[in-house]
């Protein structure tokens, strides 16, 4: 018995300018991840996956609310 | 005192600890005790040279309970390391078992401190997820996709790993996925150290799993090294001998051997005053009994029932750290000779946790300590002689304890200070033994406490007025008598797997090829005749439909059979019911893990009988008054332990001294010296 996988939705990745600080690959990309933190945008090397920047992103990632909208207005 | 191997040889055991490596080898009949300043940076240094102070090139036998492995992991100093499990679950290492201790379920800034918002052991970019999927029962849903196993792989050489664990879901039930996932990591990585939780620890339930084989991994990388310079130091020192480590339960394992899976050396060192005691016992034929350890800070308290120590089925190293691992249970608490005391928010004495340590150490130490412990209540009380402690080598001073009670924020006057901390002390100490013992299910009054540790001999004979005990009984040279526990095991080999089952006729022939696999394996490994070793056989079980299992319960030898059925299912009823005070017997019964352990039998301690007295009276050496601790007071005899003959009677109050410990027999009990030389106090 086998199950098919269905392809994973993947957030989109924005290439970002730029040299990675720590293998020097010119590989950055700005994307949200959930952490024990909460949401982050983070851009990280997808070379060595260092962080380069972490930053607080929507609290509740992809969901969003009116409440949330209004808030962020 | 005397005692020496069963066969002719020198024995040697190290213990280290955090402070101090213990070294105890047994040379001509007589204990050679050796204690070097463990370096944190370098133990093997601290081992070769209490090695070579106890001669350790004369000897057959070499045993080490090492806490290198711990300290890395409590400190963290850890290789980088990758962690592969099946897509979607490689935050399990986050999570944990999702429980919150008591003090944490109202608090929502706890973390656990392997999460990722702490110290993890390993941080979450290297935790990757494999697509692949198996069945509990071992057929692929989804089959392990090697491209993108590939690419994740590639990434982790990007990030310099030292090595790759490996634990993916249901792997116990079919491993062919981590092993094809292992092969892939050495083509892709080359030849890095690999741990898969399938040979790891071939069990059920994914976390614990996981978080043995990432365990198993660190201590790859930590132990494979760290013996091969201490092979290599021995050798050097003249040693051709056997190399063994002591294991979690203090059961010895061939060094070789201990590294194919060394997460069970992680905690060697604590369970070897249990099995100091097991051993003992068999001598003096005491099969139940309770063993307490007391040093300065702490007390250690564990089981030995019908001869055997109390072994769980895992421990943690810290809260949600789990290893899969045969291990002494063992309930530590901060009462200890260092116990701080202290006043508390209401004007109440209070003593402990907190310990004063070696440094300062206790007041009357006038190392500039100023918290009063029960060492000074001791010493103020009469107890301890301040030019005798610890052989002579520290003096005391008697005035600076008793000026340190004074100077407490209390009501009391100071006669009633030091008596109440001495007895709250005492009091401590047996509500942790009865703690354990309600919990296990014992009733105390079956059994004898072992007093053991530098100040064990002088507390614990005091528990007798809390707890009914059958007695206190200080074993020879109790001040060194958990590392003797190092040079009275067996060596053994272990293997345990799960195989989820009904108990019936259906499944009781894939349980006995299970069982007599693990075994053939096992004697292969150990190199060794069956007729020379005992094979012990054992299974954890559950009700059909619990969630949780009753472990331990014995197995019949040989192969099973229909007929095995019936006794192996009234085993689990009877140990069911001992363990919980039911039975269920109207409930099918589910086997889940079944375990073999191959005992080859090694060289041990031998202790020796006394001689009788053959008439007159016990010479005592000294009388002594004894202040604040009876209203009346009251005048002790003192005896050199040297001095005592088999069958001697000592009436209390009494001081019994020794060089590096010293027991005392309180008002209203009575002493009794041993065949071998044990004083039993009740």
């Not at chain 2, 375990?595 to 050496?621: C, M, T, W």
Request: hydrophobic share 40%; aromatic share 6%; glycine share 10%.
């Amino acid at each position: 018995m086998t199950a098919e996988v269905e392809p994973e939705w993947q957030p989109e990745k924005i290439g970002v300018d730029g040299d990675c600080p720590n293998c020097g690959d010119a590989a950055l990309a700005r994307y949200p991840v959930v952490a024990v933190g909460g949401w982050m945008e983070v851009v990280k090397c997808q070379r060595c996956l260092i962080s380069v920047s972490r930053k607080p992103w929507h609290r509740s990632g992809f969901i969003t609310l009116p409440e949330f909208e209004m808030e962020e207005r | 005192m005397t005692m020496t191997p069963e066969v002719p040889t020198r024995l040697v055991g190290v213990d280290v600890g955090g402070t101090f490596t213990d070294v105890m080898a047994i040379v001509d009949g007589e204990v050679v005790a050796s204690k070097v300043p463990t370096d944190l940076y370098a133990t093997e240094t601290s081992v070769l040279k209490g090695a070579e102070e106890v001669g350790v090139s004369q000897a057959s036998v070499f045993n080490l309970a090492s806490t290198a492995g711990l300290n890395s992991i409590i400190t963290r100093s850890l290789p980088k390391i990758a962690f592969l499990t099946t897509y979607g679950h490689r935050d399990m290492l986050e999570r944990g078992r999702l429980w919150r201790p008591f003090e944490a379920l109202t608090n929502p800034n706890w973390r656990r401190g392997i999460s990722d918002g702490s110290r993890p052991l390993v941080p979450r970019y290297l935790r990757r997820n494999i697509r692949e999927r198996m069945h509990a029962n071992g057929d692929v849903l989804v089959p392990l996709d090697a491209e993108q196993a590939r690419a994740e792989l590639e990434l982790l050489a990007e990030c310099d790993v030292q090595g790759v664990a490996i634990c993916l879901l249901h792997s116990y039930a079919n491993p062919s996925h981590e092993i094809q996932l292992r092969e892939l990591v050495h083509d892709v990585l080359g030849d890095v150290v690999c741990s898969i939780s399938s040979e790891v620890s071939p069990l059920a339930q994914e976390y614990p799993r996981a978080s043995t084989t990432t365990v198993d991994l660190l201590m790859k990388l930590k132990y494979t090294d760290y013996t091969a310079r201490l092979e290599k130091g021995l050798a050097d020192l003249g040693f051709t001998g056997e190399f063994n480590y002591a294991d979690c339960s203090a059961q010895l394992m061939p060094a070789e051997y201990a590294m194919d899976k060394p997460h069970r050396l992680v905690v060697g060192g604590p369970a070897a005053g249990t099995v100091a005691t097991a051993h003992f016992g068999t001598f003096i034929k005491e099969t139940d009994l309770l063993a307490a350890d007391v040093g300065g800070t702490s007390c250690d308290i564990s089981v030995v029932l019908n001869g055997e120590p109390w072994v769980n089925s895992y421990f943690e190293l810290e809260w949600d750290l789990v290893i899969t691992a045969l291990s002494t249970e063992i309930v530590t608490l901060g009462a200890g000779g260092g116990s701080i005391v202290a006043i508390g928010r209401s004007g109440e004495l209070m003593v402990g946790p907190d310990s004063a340590g070696a440094t300062p150490g206790p007041v009357c130490y006038s190392k500039g300590g100023t918290a009063p412990t029960l060492t000074d209540a001791a010493l103020a009380i009469g107890i301890l002689m301040p030019d005798r402690f610890l052989g002579g080598k520290v003096p005391l001073d008697v005035d600076l304890a008793v000026d340190s009670f004074e100077r407490l924020d209390s009501s009391l006057v100071t006669s009633e200070r030091i008596r109440q901390a001495w007895l709250i002390g005492l009091h401590n100490i047996a509500e942790g033994i009865l703690d354990l013992a309600v919990r296990r299910g014992i009733d105390v009054r079956d059994f004898s406490l072992v007093a053991c540790g530098a100040a064990g001999p002088m507390m614990l004979p005091g528990v007798l007025d809390n707890l009914p005990l059958k007695s206190v009984i200080v074993p020879p040279n109790p001040g060194g008598f958990s590392a003797l526990g190092l040079l009275s095991a067996d060596r053994v080999y272990s293997e345990s797997k799960t195989l989820y089952g009904l108990i019936d006729e259906r499944n009781v022939a894939s349980i006995s090829e299970l069982l007599e696999r693990m075994e053939r394996e096992l004697l292969d490994r150990a190199g060794v005749e069956a007729r020379n070793v005992r094979v012990v056989r054992t299974f954890d079980a559950r009700l059909q439909g619990q969630g949780w299992e009753t472990p331990f319960i014995s197995l019949p030898s040989g192969s099973l059979s229909a007929a095995s059925v019936a006794p192996m299912v009234e085993a689990f009823h009877t140990e069911y019911k001992r363990r919980t005070g039911n039975k269920f017997d109207q409930f099918p019964v589910e086997g889940v893990t079944y375990r073999v352990q191959v005992i080859v039998p090694s060289d041990k301690v031998a202790y020796h009988p006394l001689e009788s007295r053959g008439g007159g009276a016990v010479p005592v050496a000294a009388r002594r008054a004894l202040a604040h601790l009876y209203p009346d007071g009251a005048d002790a005899n003192c005896y050199e332990r040297d001095a005592l003959r088999r069958d001697d009677e000592i009436v209390g109050p009494a001081i019994i001294w020794e060089a590096m410990s010293t027991t005392f027999v309180p008002l209203g009990r009575k002493a009794l010296v041993g065949e071998y030389g044990e004083i039993r106090i009740s």
